[in-house]
């Protein structure tokens, strides 16, 4: 009896990339590894969306619409390319208009996309099925998702995640009349026992019927992926989500190779060439060999059952405490996401509500158990991201509204974002007028989901963000002296330092140290501005924005800056009533926990 033949999707290029790397990976370095795998006979690939869109406005310097068209040429007109949405933020951390919303589909049909995979961290129905039928109308082939995850231990019991709760939002979908040419059940942390895929894809083919492609999406970050992906054959899957050394494991998806080898002796078939895809494994292993390789990525963390982080957001997560000096405190972010998943109403800990756990989390480790409340947990316990799966915690709930001055709301997202005015075509189209940019669709749809980076990038003073291993160098190389200075190691960077009197070249800059210069470009340890009172950096993270002058009268508790970590935004207030005295540090300047940064006399 012939082998039952299963649709392998190769996130290698979008997932793989998030999951391991923070999504920062710079095209011309990937794609002789894309043509590698079109030769080895893949035909299916996840392109672009999700994270893989802003990293390369935030990081790499490059233009996601670019890179999706060139991985076009790369594989040809007849391979199929799919992308991933996230319902009504679609690839933006923040929720967007109907107006940029239909733009999405649009603008991703123009550049390459066959299929867009549709889904909604919290599982409301309301925030796909307008986005849902703008990918119909674009002419994409539409893949409506239900987000799973396991529930923390000590949280069983919840009406959340289980079978039941899966096709209540399955019947959901049904009900609404929304076309899908298939159905993915995706689980990002890849926390979902096998027993529960089984049982939910079982009833979900049942209730479809056999000619419904059903693909199953999991990661081996809790060491559960070849068992999950087993089962969701078992309950009726005809797809799975299977990704290629040096990405696959660990955060990320299970090996293709591994796969084939987990269903030798079955009735299923993955329909590949084993040892093609060995030697494009090996070609895309070269392309990635300068990458910096989080040590994490490539393990199983069985804390994750306890605390459902997502692979591709795990490692995000853990490059940008990298960068913060904060990664000591990774255990207890794990530890503290428990606790803000199950009072947050237990949203699925999928893009954009793992940021939100995450970073709230992350502000009851630094400042203490719901001390702060973040913009995006907190707008999400009080409605403005949906509906969650069960109420959220009421006295967390009474906490955000006081603190974001924010009451709670059961309207639904399209409805809001509609009736704000920043959030319309007309307002992006405004922004980049003002900046003297072109006025594309492209450039519009950059603007809506990168907001201020997006207008960096296009204005070509974007920084490039990626991690590469830097080569090795001789000890002492390090500290070697010559008529041109010296070279000096600090935190792994080594500047070219040369002596003059009161003069110092940094790098090719000169800084006078009889001049305040040199302190209004510190970036660590600046020199006190001597009285009144300090103001100090709550945490590690950088200078976005200043909100007051020299010289300014300010109020006690009043927003004297705003410091970016973790994705996100932390306004510093006015310990006291006064007049903002030195400003010792600058934009853009990376600041250190309790780090001086002005003073108010």
């Not at 733009?103 to 123009?110: E, R």
């Not at 069985?302 to 459902?308: N, R």
């Not at 960068?323 to 109403?345: C, Q």
Request: proline share 5%; with cysteine.
């Amino acid at each position: 009896m012939a082998k039952k033949l299963i649709k392998v999707m190769d996130t290698s290029f979008r997932d793989g990339f998030q999951s391991v790397f923070g999504a920062r990976v710079l095209t011309k370095d990937f794609m002789p590894a894309v043509a590698a795998a079109k030769e080895a006979g893949i035909r299916y690939f996840e392109f672009g969306g999700g994270a893989r869109f802003q990293s390369l406005y935030f990081y790499c310097n490059e233009d996601a619409f670019d890179m999706m068209d060139t991985f076009r040429q790369t594989v040809g007109p007849d391979v199929e390319l799919q992308t991933l949405a996230r319902g009504v933020n679609v690839v933006g951390l923040d929720s967007q208009s109907s107006e940029v919303i239909d733009l999405h589909a649009k603008m991703f049909k123009k550049h390459s996309t066959t299929t867009i995979r549709n889904f909604d961290a919290l599982n409301d129905i309301n925030n796909i099925k307008y986005s849902g039928q703008c990918i119909v109308n674009a002419g994409l082939k539409h893949q409506a998702t239900i987000t799973m995850m396991e529930l923390p231990p000590g949280c069983e019991g919840s009406d959340a995640h289980t079978p039941d709760f899966y096709m209540k939002v399955l019947r959901q979908i049904l009900d609404s009349g929304l076309h899908f040419d298939s159905l993915c059940f995706k689980d990002a942390s890849g926390t979902s026992c096998p027993s529960k895929v089984r049982e939910t894809i079982r009833r979900a083919r049942e209730m479809l019927g056999a000619d419904m492609h059903i693909v199953f999406h999991g990661h081996e970050t809790a060491g559960n992926g070849v068992a999950a992906y087993l089962a969701a054959l078992e309950g009726g899957a005809t797809g799975l989500d299977l990704a290629m050394q040096p990405v696959s494991g660990g955060t990320c998806q299970p090996d293709i190779i591994t796969m084939w080898h987990a269903l030798k002796g079955t009735d299923y078939d993955l329909g590949i060439d084993l040892k093609k895809i060995y030697e494009a494994e090996k070609v895309f292993m070269d392309c990635m060999k300068d990458y910096m390789m989080p040590p994490e990525s490539r393990a199983v963390n069985p804390a994750i059952i306890f605390s459902p982080m997502p692979g591709g957001a795990l490692t995000a997560n853990t490059q940008m405490m990298r960068d913060n000096g904060t990664l000591d405190k990774f255990p207890l972010l794990i530890a503290e996401m428990e606790n803000v998943v199950k009072k947050g109403g237990y949203g699925t800990s999928v893009t954009p509500v793992s940021q939100f756990y995450c970073q709230q989390a992350m502000a009851n480790v630094m400042f203490g158990p719901w001390k702060k409340i973040t913009d995006g947990y907190g707008k999400m316990v009080l409605g403005y991201f949906g509906k969650t799966p069960v109420a959220p915690d009421p006295e967390i709930v009474k906490i955000a509204s006081e603190q974001l001055k924010l009451e709670p709301t059961t309207k639904t997202v399209l409805e809001i974002n509609d009736a704000n005015p920043k959030k319309s075509i007309a307002a992006h189209k405004k922004t980049l007028e003002e900046n003297g940019l072109p006025v594309t669709d492209e450039n519009i749809f950059i603007v809506a989901t990168c907001l201020d980076k997006g207008i960096t990038y296009l204005k070509g003073e974007a920084k490039l963000g990626i991690r590469k291993n830097e080569p090795a160098k001789p000890a002492a190389a390090a500290t070697k002296s010559s008529s041109n200075g010296m070279n000096v190691t600090l935190n792994g960077k080594t500047y070219s330092v040369k002596l003059d009197g009161n003069k110092a070249t940094v790098n090719g800059k000169t800084y006078d140290f009889t001049t305040s210069e040199l302190n209004a470009n510190a970036t660590s340890a600046p020199a006190s501005s001597g009285a009144g009172t300090k103001v100090l950096a709550p945490m590690n993270g950088t200078i976005v924005r200043f909100l007051v002058n020299s010289g300014d009268p300010v109020s006690k508790d009043q927003d004297l800056l705003v410091i970016e970590a973790m994705k996100m935004e932390i306004n510093v207030p006015s310990p006291v009533t006064g007049t903002v005295g030195t400003i010792i540090a600058t934009k853009g300047t990376s600041v250190v926990k309790d780090q001086e940064i002005l003073t108010i006399n």
